[in-house]
């Protein structure tokens, strides 16, 4: 029996010294499983995000993403080295505000996006220089990311996949 009946060895040995009935063990007993999963259901429910907000999350992310398409193809125009230089600076903040609203969604997709992984070999002609045709690789795969990322996450797709009802 190992330890079930050693506890409810215990608990008779503690009822029949205090002079407490078995129905009162029972019923403290199904109350403490009812609480202990109540505190469980409230813990992951807590952790979860409502889809409203993950909603205006992938609405921001979108035009992010718009903004970011924006910023490589001006910067595809660009002409001296202090524009590219400028353009890059944009980058980083824009780079930044992506980061940001990611979190708000999913921290662990976020120190993801962080990272710049293997950049697809794109050629970009009108580059000025060889950090100005990396950083339109950068800006190119960011936003391709993005894009993926707003896909994967819709609140429909995570339904579908941990199979939760709207």
Do not use: C
Not at 15 to 34: D, K, S, T
Not at 66 to 71: A, N, Q
Not at 144 to 149: F, G, R, T, V
Request: avoid cysteine; aromatic fraction near 6%; glycine fraction near 6%.
């Amino acid at each position: 029996m190992g330890f079930a009946g050693a506890a409810i060895g215990a608990i008779l040995s503690v009822r029949q010294g205090l002079g407490i009935p078995i129905w009162v063990w029972i019923v403290i007993a199904l109350v403490g499983l009812f609480i202990a999963q109540f505190l469980a259901f409230h813990k992951v429910a807590s952790r979860l995000i409502p889809a409203e907000q993950t909603e205006e999350s992938l609405k921001k992310l979108g035009e992010l993403r718009i903004e970011g398409v924006k910023m490589r193809n001006k910067g595809m125009k660009l002409k001296t080295n202090e524009e590219v230089d400028k353009w890059i600076n944009k980058i980083g903040g824009w780079q930044r505000k992506v980061i940001s609203e990611i979190e708000k969604i999913s921290p662990a997709e976020a120190q993801i996006f962080k990272s710049i992984d293997l950049i697809k070999a794109k050629r970009f002609k009108n580059a000025v220089n060889a950090r100005h045709q990396k950083y339109l690789r950068i800006l190119s795969d960011r936003t391709e990311n993005i894009k993926q990322l707003v896909q994967r996450i819709t609140p429909e797709n995570l339904a579908v996949r941990s199979r939760i009802e709207k």
